[in-house]
């Protein structure tokens, strides 16, 4: 690894705990406290957010279990999913549509539906050229925003259930809901929406421009509103791009100021909201641990991608992919990366990507080294939970914390313990659903992909290249990211089952963890004792990575030795 690599790294990690410490602790007053809105000059706000809750005609003030906000949560969606797909198949009929685009077909609407609905962002279609104005802002857009707080309330509702004792409450949907839009989700995107125009990405209503180029013929070139849904894109781990090469396109992302901010973006509230956990339930120390070991994890990452991406591999090297920039130091392996960018950038890019749910690009993993393909695609079957998308990062992050915390307690012969709160049969039940149901969904589904004729249909590449991109097209839905390994295609057998993998993908750990947060409110606290296993020091930080790597890497490690193991030996 290099000199700039490194520094680049040094220099992400410092601004992100620079900023998302501060988030973290106001994110934490926002959701604790109840009348956050009401007290001095916010007092407006206080009004503005009573005024939201008569005109929906629900309560914002009474407090639910874990199975009513689970309830209201589920509805909400699925109120928001039929909007979504309507306005995608009308969209033909709807304004704003100065370039006259047709309806989305039926089976891409669905499969964007869900995407969409789930924070997913996975995408079947060219954005400049499949979606109007309207359905990119009014539909695409708003969820972004609204998927992003639905995964941010929950969070808080699970958190709030760890913080409290002997209650049977975690919190109200809507106040949640509300506080993560508009105290949280709003004013972060508006300031970068106006920094990213500021660098030159586009923001305009006008239709496709033509150009003529130097041999005389006409290029349309694709615009928009781009800069306002890149903002929340970024933000809320979304990652569905505008245009349809994403964060590598200049005008989506122009400079290296541009991309900076993009990526800083894509971990600012997942790394915040571990801060925010240390702080609502009272164990800071606990907090910067778990933050600790989601940092070792994404440097292990980076650590393996980048060297994997500067060396290159045979192939490249024969085929006249790896260059040579300046005193005759290797450019490694270019490919389908931005020069402007570089190897360090699109590497560190490619991490945050894949340990968030937000699946945003600005480089093309089907063209990255075997070694360094297979980064994202661990990372992504390790849940996400590194540092994850908005709230499902870090409620995923907590099953791990008690499978580790229960074979701390078998280690040292006594009831494990998280936090003062014994952990129990139901928590050990909910932890292992919410850990292992995902992983094992990646690999029936991949499974049933590569052996059906519908599946097949898919697959551009075959070999153990296909199998990889079929691996890693499952693998990116079920666990909510949205980016893709390129070379799978779009058929109406590929867009149902992504369409099933993302719905259960989404909702089976977020209804798991809303029924662990709800068991742990109902807990006393257990006084600390000489044979607690403490959780607020290096031990716990490296029992943690283990089972972590354990848990989920044991069962991908199959999968890999048919795809990027393999393809890596014939290189």
């Known amino acids: 690894m290099s000199g700039q690599g490194i520094a680049q790294i040094l220099v992400y990690v410092v601004v992100l705990i620079a900023l998302g410490y501060p988030l973290g602790l106001y994110m934490a007053r926002v959701y604790s406290d109840d009348d956050f809105a009401r007290r001095g000059r916010l007092r407006w706000l206080g009004a503005m957010e009573r005024g939201f809750f008569r005109v929906l005609h629900v309560d914002g003030v009474r407090e639910q279990g874990w199975k009513g906000y689970a309830k209201v949560t589920l509805i909400f969606s699925a109120v928001f999913s039929l909007f979504l797909y309507g306005m995608l198949r009308l969209q033909g009929h709807l304004f704003l549509n100065p370039d006259h685009l047709p309806a989305v077909p039926s089976h891409i609407a669905l499969n964007t539906t869900a995407s969409?609905?789930?924070?997913t962002n996975w995408q079947y279609y060219g954005g400049e050229y499949t979606m109007?104005?309207?359905?990119?802002?009014?539909?695409?857009?708003?969820?972004?925003?609204?998927s992003a707080a639905v995964g941010m309330a929950v969070l808080a509702a699970v958190v709030r259930g760890i913080a409290r004792r002997s209650r049977n409450e975690i919190g109200n949907f809507w106040r949640d809901l509300y506080r993560s839009l508009v105290y949280i989700l709003l004013p972060l995107a508006i300031v970068l929406g106006v920094i990213l125009m500021s660098q030159g990405v586009v923001q305009t209503f006008h239709s496709h421009a033509t150009a003529a180029t130097l041999q005389g013929a006409h290029q349309t070139i694709a615009r928009g509103p781009a800069a306002s849904q890149i903002s929340i894109k970024q933000l809320g781990t979304n990652g569905g791009g505008y245009y349809n090469s994403n964060s590598a396109v200049p005008f989506e992302n122009p400079n290296g100021i541009s991309n900076f901010l993009e990526l800083l973006a894509i971990l600012l509230i997942p790394a915040g909201q571990v801060f925010m956990f240390g702080k609502t339930v009272g164990a800071r120390r606990h907090g910067w641990m778990v933050f600790s070991t989601m940092l070792v994890v994404f440097v292990i990452g980076v650590a393996v991608n980048l060297p994997a991406e500067q060396h290159g591999s045979q192939v490249l090297r024969s085929s006249g992919v790896n260059i040579t920039l300046g005193h005759g130091q290797s450019g490694g392996n270019m490919a389908d990366k931005e020069v402007r960018f570089g190897q360090a950038s699109s590497s560190i890019w490619t991490v945050a990507t894949s340990d968030a749910s937000n699946g945003s690009v600005n480089s093309g993993f089907d063209a990255q080294t075997p070694a360094g393909g297979a980064v994202p695609l661990v990372n992504l079957f390790?849940?996400?939970?590194?540092?994850?998308?908005?709230?499902?990062?870090?409620?995923?992050?907590?099953?791990?914390?008690?499978?580790?915390?229960?074979?701390?307690?078998?280690?040292?012969?006594?009831?494990?313990?998280?936090?003062?709160?014994?952990?129990?049969?139901?928590?050990i039940k909910l932890a292992a659903l919410g850990a292992l149901f995902v992983p094992t969904m990646v690999l029936t589904m991949t499974a049933a992909a590569i052996v059906t004729k519908s599946g097949t249909a898919s697959i551009f590449n075959h070999g153990v290249h296909g199998f990889t991109e079929t691996l890693y097209a499952y693998d990116s839905q079920s666990n909510n990211n949205g980016s893709a390994f390129a070379g799978y295609g779009a058929t109406s057998f590929s867009a149902s089952l992504g369409s099933v993998a993302m719905l259960l993908g989404r909702f089976v750990p977020l209804l798991a963890a809303l029924a662990l947060g709800g068991s742990l409110a109902q807990k006393k606290i257990v006084p600390a004792s000489a044979g607690t296993f403490r959780t607020d020091g290096a031990t716990f930080v490296a029992l943690l990575v283990a089972v972590i790597a354990l848990t989920a890497g044991l069962m991908i490690l199959p999968a890999l030795t048919l795809g990027p193991i393999v393809e890596g030996l014939m290189h």
């Open 116 to 119: 969409f609905i789930t924070n």
């Open 382 to 427: 390790l849940g996400e939970v590194i540092f994850g998308g908005v709230g499902s990062g870090l409620y995923g992050m907590f099953f791990y914390i008690i499978i580790a915390v229960f074979i701390a307690g078998l280690m040292v012969g006594r009831t494990p313990e998280w936090l003062g709160k014994k952990i129990e049969a139901r928590e």
């Open 132 to 146: 109007s104005y309207l359905s990119q802002m009014a539909g695409l857009a708003v969820q972004n925003f609204v």
